[in-house]
Structures are given as C-alpha cells and as structure tokens.
C-alpha cells in the first residue's frame, strides 16, 4: 500500500448551514483524492489535495472516446461520532471489472480503500447528519494521452470527490413515476451495459428527457435485442413484488451490477421473502398490473437508495402501484439499509467498513 501525501487547505469553504436543502451532487468539499497512472510507475503519487480544477490538454483522450469509469459511494456519521462506508469492497470489486472492460488499468483494492478512507477522514467535518442526508462519494479515472487515434490510452488520473447530498429525487420517499423507453435503448449484449461509465448515461439522456417533458422522473429500459424484457432504471436497478415474490431483472451482462441491488436480495431471502432474478417481460409486467398481482415496484441504488415506483407507463398502459404510498417491502428496505448504513441498526451482515 502506498503512502498517501495530505496537503491540507487554507481556504476551508462555508460547509451548508441548512442540510434539508443540500439536494443532490451540487456541494462539493474542500479536498480532492488523485493518484496517476503511467506504464513506467503503474498507479503511483497517491495524495488529498485541497479540491481544485484540472487542467488537461483538448486533445485528452477522455474527451473524443469517452474512456473513463466511475463509481458512487456514500459515508455516514453515526449519533455517536462513528464514520461509516456501506460496502467499499463491492464498489472497488466492481470498480475494478468496470475498468478491465474499459481498458482501465486496474486499481490496487487496499489503494483505492485507504485513499477513500483518508479523504473521507480529512473532510468528516462535511457528512451531514440528518435524516435522508450522506456524504455521496464519486471516485473516477480518466484517460488522458494526448492523442486523436482510437486506442487505449496510456495514462490516466483516479481521483475521488466528495458531495454533502440529501435524496436523489426532490420528491424523497414519495413513489416516482416512471415511463418505459419503447423506442431509445441504453445498452445491447456485448456492449457497456454493466461497466459504471458515462457512456451509458448519455445514451439515456434522450429519453429521459423525453420522459421528463411528459412529467415523468425516469426512463425504464428495456432490452437492447428483442425491447421486451425489462433491464434497468437511468440511476437504479428495478425490483417487483408480483404474486407475494420479489422480482428482479437477472444480470445479463447490460445492467449495472448494483451493490444496493445485491443489499436489497440478500435482505429479502434473509426475511424469508421468495426471491427471484429472472428476465421479465414488459407483457408479464401489464399483465400483472391489470389482474392486480404487481403490488410493488422500487429502484435500488446508491443515489437513490430505495426509491418507491408509484407509477409506470408503457405505450398506452399507465399502471398505478400500491394506492400511492410506499409499499411495506420497500419501506422495510429503506429503514434496514439506511438504518445499517447509518450504524442505527445492528450490523449483523458485517457490510460497514469504520474510517
Ligand atoms: C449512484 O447511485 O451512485 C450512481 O452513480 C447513479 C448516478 C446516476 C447518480
């Protein structure tokens, strides 16, 4: 493990004064986590500097080709001054398969966790403590050969920066409507689809804005082959309760891999629920909606933790979830996650890591 440099601020910057209005992803604190990477010296000068702008040459190749990788954490402060990450291993492993799909030069796990550990130590002054509110972590690698040709580069900077955030969606743990895409696709078999990386976000942005025009707040995805099954949400992984069984999208190799995904199914059979990680159609799902059987729908993330689906829309089939509330799955989700996340519940699982 290598030995992290720590140059502290001599700015420090306002911290928010009112957590009910940090939103999301728009705060960022006063220090930054860099570490370069070249063929000679492999992934070397890991240090936290004061948060500052890059500078890179036009011609960086993360601005033609788009190869890069990032990753979404969160950090808690418990009521009795613990600081906590939910699964760093989880994030870092899947960091990690990100970046051999992206030809990234993987980064050493103990690395990438003892860097996150110490930015988060540096900035603790910075996690907000009310409810709903965490400090959201995005570490990320960019390419940045000065080069026009398509290939690989050979050098790149990992760097973590860190958001005081409160919930992904304005609307909090009120149900989203959620319309699903029968026209744009966000990823196909063999492509990028479970990488963590921009490419697959803005090849949702079309739709999603689309959708947002309709009044909708996420696009639902469905398969790039035959657009019938059921894939992903923009920044979820989706969940069903259908005929009293939870119901997941199986990995296929073009949805994300999520960690609050996996969190979500392992609590589930925990609770003795039946669950199941299958291909489910578009049909099943209207059908289910029609006889009464969808009795819940939830996204899982890390932005959006457990965020209940109130509403889907499919062509011309609107279908309304659960009377508009939260349903009782999701709502134990949420209080058992977050309750873990934020050290109010007993860690049985053994899923937090203390700074
Ligand atoms: C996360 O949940 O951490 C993500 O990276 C999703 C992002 C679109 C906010």
């Not at 080069?147 to 992904?168: E, N």
Request: glycine share 10%; hydrophobic share 35%.
């Amino acid at each position: 493990m290598q030995e992290i440099k720590v140059e502290l601020t001599q700015n420090p910057k306002q911290k928010p004064a009112d957590e009910s209005k940090l939103g999301f992803g728009k705060i960022f604190t006063d220090h930054m986590y860099i570490m370069e990477y070249n063929p000679e010296k492999g992934w070397h000068n890991p240090r936290v500097e004061p948060y500052h702008a890059i500078s890179l040459e036009p011609s960086a190749m993360v601005f033609h080709y788009g190869q890069e990788m990032f990753e979404g954490m969160k950090a808690y402060k418990t009521e009795d001054g613990r600081i906590l990450l939910f699964r760093p291993d989880k994030n870092i492993e899947r960091a990690n398969n990100s970046n051999r799909r992206l030809c990234i030069p993987e980064i050493p796990a103990e690395d990438f966790l003892n860097g996150l550990k110490k930015l988060v130590e540096v900035d603790q002054d910075w996690i907000p403590t009310q409810p709903g509110t965490s400090l959201y972590i995005r570490p990320f690698v960019i390419a940045t050969d000065p080069f026009l040709g398509v290939r690989p580069s050979d050098t790149y900077l990992f760097m973590i920066i860190l958001s005081p955030s409160g919930a992904y969606y304005e609307s909090g743990l009120d149900p989203v409507k959620i319309w699903i895409e029968d026209d744009y696709v966000r990823a196909v078999r063999g492509g990028i689809g479970e990488a963590k990386t921009g490419g697959n976000y803005v090849a949702s942005l079309k739709a999603q804005v689309k959708a947002h025009d309709e009044g909708y707040s996420q696009v639902l995805w469905l398969d790039g082959v035959e657009r019938k099954y059921i894939e992903e949400v923009g920044a979820m992984n989706i969940f069903f309760k259908i005929n009293g069984k939870v119901v997941t999208p199986v990995l296929n190799g073009s949805i994300l891999p999520g960690v609050t995904r996996a969190s979500c199914i392992d609590l589930c059979r925990h609770w003795g629920l039946e669950v199941e990680e299958r291909r489910i159609s578009v049909d099943e799902l209207v059908a289910a909606a029609k006889d009464g059987s969808l009795e819940e729908c939830w996204g899982s993330g890390t932005a959006a933790v457990i965020s209940p689906v109130g509403h889907l829309r499919f062509e011309d089939s609107v279908m309304q979830i659960g009377g508009g509330g939260i349903g009782p799955v999701s709502q134990k989700l949420y209080d058992t996650v977050t309750g873990i996340q934020t050290g109010k519940l007993e860690d049985t699982l053994g899923w937090t890591v203390r700074v």
